[in-house]
């Protein structure tokens, strides 16, 4: 059976993985307490939304007005939680992907997490049987290197040599939305990783598609 695209160019945090609860989020406390402990927090569910606008650099040094110095130290603790803690892939999720894969397709990352922990999440969820995506992009101080930049998508279709009706976007947040407008590409909403009133209304009113879990997803990507 034909695939309906012949690239997926797939978000990590909170559309692959569970990550922003069990991660970022945590991380995101640790060090408000080291450089902010007059300060309470965002909730978790404000997280999101700062993530989703202004976006995680904005939110950093024009809310919360974090010099480069602090900025340095959101980074080392980020790194150091990302580094020892493995968060879950969305239940079928390898699944999905290995047999777009299987069925000739190109799976590519593009997320604000670093490209050497995204592949070692892939290998560590894979036990043994290891699948890695094709390509990955990840994060990079250079702002026109990621995400909401269209460079991303233009490379990967680049690098495959691909046109722009065979290339599809999955993501969960406004980011992902923009860089896959940008680069005139479709571009899918992953909800099931919250359920943000106004995310989820954007999402929806911005993509061409909205799934809200993983396996709608499958039955979309694979044709079913």
Same mark, same amino acid.
């Given at each position: ?13 909170? $559309? %692959?993985?569970?990550? $922003?609860?069990?991660?970022? +989020? *945590? ?6 307490? &080291? ?14 939304? /700062? ?10 040094? /024009? ?9 340095? @130290? ?5 790194? !150091?939680?990302? $580094? ?5 892939? +969305? *239940? ?5 992907? &290995? ?7 190109? @799976?590519? @990352?593009? #997320? ?6 995204? &592949? ?22 250079? #702002? !026109? /290197? &990621? ?13 495959? #040599? ?18 896959? /407008? ?18 989820? %209304? ?6 061409? @598609? +909205?799934?809200?879990? *993983?396996?709608?997803?499958?039955? +979309?990507?694979?044709?079913?």
């Amino acid at each position: 059976m034909s695939l309906r695209y012949s690239c997926l160019i797939l978000d990590h945090d909170d $559309t %692959a993985v569970n990550s $922003t609860s069990e991660i970022h +989020y *945590p991380a995101h406390v640790e060090v408000m307490r &080291r450089l902010r402990p007059e300060a309470t927090p965002v909730s978790l569910e404000n997280w999101f939304r /700062k993530n989703f606008d202004p976006g995680l650099m904005e939110f950093l040094k /024009k809310e919360l007005e974090f010099n480069d110095e602090e900025i340095e @130290v959101e980074f080392e603790v980020w790194r !150091e939680f990302t $580094t020892n803690r493995f968060p879950e892939f +969305y *239940p079928g999720f390898i699944d999905i992907i &290995r047999e777009f894969k299987k069925r000739g397709g190109i @799976v590519a @990352v593009v #997320s604000h997490s670093e490209a050497d922990i995204i &592949r070692q999440h892939y290998e560590t969820a894979t036990n043994g049987n290891i699948f890695i995506p094709d390509t990955i992009h990840g994060w990079t101080m250079d #702002s !026109e /290197k &990621r995400k909401p930049s269209p460079y991303p998508v233009t490379e990967i279709m680049k690098q495959f #040599s691909l046109s722009k009706e065979d290339v599809l976007v999955v993501d969960d947040l406004k980011p992902g939305v923009e860089m896959a /407008k940008a680069a005139g590409v479709p571009i899918a909403a992953a909800g099931w990783s919250h359920q943000i009133g106004e995310i989820k %209304a954007f999402m929806k009113a911005n993509c061409q @598609v +909205y799934f809200d879990d *993983p396996e709608a997803f499958g039955r +979309y990507v694979l044709n079913q």
